[in-house]
T-cell receptor, first 113, second 113 residues
């Protein structure tokens, strides 16, 4: 069985500064990993995914994440935060044997002007 | 773009009522899912369906049932609503069993009084 731990429930950054959202996973098999974003009163939207190709994955809106097997991590970063990045972010893992998804508890990002 | 539509944004029901949550997707996706979202717990899978008239239990199916009579529609049913079922309910669909990209509805906030 797989699971995900998002290490921070809340992250606050100033506009224009870097954002780091931390995610650790456990998986019995080769995992697929995802980050989803949920803006207020909206459904979740896929930001990026890792499915076994390049370990550094680029997503929408300037976000990227790096898969590190030795550290079982998939941290999400963005070099310069924008006010529109204020949202809740979910790290998700899927085992490739049954493709069931396990969601982390979420990290709420606030961006200060 | 895929559209996943949930029929109600907010619902208020009384304990013991039968509640129907409806979800429709417009891109002929095979797979549909119902999640509930609670603060600090992320998303938890209630039921999913990989085909018409087919359903499988997720991680927290107790107190819920589902119906998929047509490919585009997936209904969640609370047979006898209870206060611990107060939550945000999210419907999602995906094209195939790899679940590499889920498309989410905007959610239904259900309050059971």
């Amino acid at each position: 069985a797989q699971s995900v731990t998002q290490l921070d429930s809340h992250v606050s950054v100033s506009e224009g500064t870097p954002v780091l959202l931390r995610c650790n996973y456990s998986s019995s098999y080769s995992p697929s990993l995802f980050w989803y974003v949920q803006h207020p009163n909206k459904g979740l939207q896929l930001l990026l995914k890792y499915t076994s190709a390049a370990t550094l994955v680029k997503g929408i809106n300037g976000f990227e994440a790096e898969f590190k097997k030795s550290e079982t991590s998939f941290h999400l970063t963005k070099p310069s935060a924008h006010m529109s990045d204020a949202a809740e972010y979910f790290c998700v893992v899927s085992d490739r044997d049954d493709y069931k998804l396990s969601f982390g508890a979420g990290t709420t990002v606030t961006v200060r002007a | 773009d895929v559209k996943v539509t949930q029929s109600s944004r907010y619902l208020v029901k009384r304990t013991g009522e039968k509640v129907f949550l409806e979800c429709v997707q417009d891109m002929d996706h095979e797979n549909m899912f119902w999640y509930r979202q609670d603060p600090g717990l992320g998303l938890r899978l209630i039921y999913f369906s990989y085909d018409v008239k087919m359903k499988e239990k997720g991680d927290i199916p107790e107190g819920y049932s589902v119906s998929r009579e047509k490919k585009e529609r997936f209904s969640l049913i609370l047979e006898s609503a209870s206060t611990n079922q107060t939550s945000m309910y999210l419907c999602a669909s995906s094209r195939d069993s790899s679940n590499e990209k889920l498309f989410f509805g905007s959610g239904t906030q259900l309050s059971v009084l």
